[in-house]
Nanobody
């Protein structure tokens, strides 16, 4: 069982930055691939970024490539999402997810989400 708690969301102006954090419970954090998803009002949840168990492999949605960076600190049981050059279309609830194999929309564990609003 893994519990995930996101933090770091908020209101930011276009062009600004935010760093999201996702703290995981348990002693087996390093056994899980981790990812970030987001869901805007009226839209389906979509993939944002993922990172492998050791942090050596990452993947990004085309819409965020070059602007967002996912990382993890296995000693702190935490995964991060650094978001730069934020745009209004990035406004959404951002969710952290964990899975023993591959992080997809059907991942085993999910956090409660944190709101990111990009607006002037």
């Amino acid at each position: 069982q893994v519990q995930l708690v996101e933090s770091g969301g908020g209101l930011v102006q276009p062009g600004g930055s935010l760093r999201l954090s996702c703290a995981a419970s348990g002693r087996t954090f390093s056994r899980y691939a981790m990812g970030w998803f987001r869901q805007a009002p009226g839209k389906e949840r979509e993939f944002v970024a993922a990172i492998g168990r050791s942090g050596g492999t990452t993947g990004y949605a085309d819409s965020v490539k070059g602007r967002f960076t996912i990382s993890r600190d296995n000693a702190k049981n935490t995964v991060y999402l650094q978001m730069n050059s934020l745009q209004p279309e990035d406004t959404a609830v951002y969710y952290c997810a964990a899975d023993r194999v591959v992080v997809t929309i059907t991942a085993d564990y999910w956090g409660q989400g944190t709101q990111v609003t990009v607006s002037s």
